[in-house]
């Protein structure tokens, strides 16, 4: 496999932009930062739930179609309450 290498800046917020070339290869918009013995690799990141599972952290899963509709029920009922 043949490498490439760019150079970006990081910005004073910490950030950087990744060239398009690169973010067509990674072939994703979610990425992983994995930092490793003085070394930093980016790779594409497939399922974005699974890297926030962390959060669910003692609490109860639920379906995205259950945690849909009760975000829907809590918008209805704030929108509601304003009138």
Not at 22 to 35: E, F, K, S
Not at 42 to 47: N, S, T, V
């Amino acid at each position: 496999m043949a490498s490439t290498v760019k150079t970006v800046k990081v910005s004073s917020k910490g950030q950087i932009t990744l060239p398009r070339d690169v973010r067509d290869a990674l072939g994703t918009d979610h990425v992983r930062i994995v930092y490793t013995a003085g070394e930093v690799r980016i790779e594409p990141l497939r399922d974005v739930a699974g890297s926030l599972a962390h959060y669910l952290k003692g609490r109860k899963r639920s379906s995205f179609r259950v945690a849909r509709e009760k975000a829907w029920r809590a918008l209805v009922r704030e929108k509601h309450k304003r009138r």
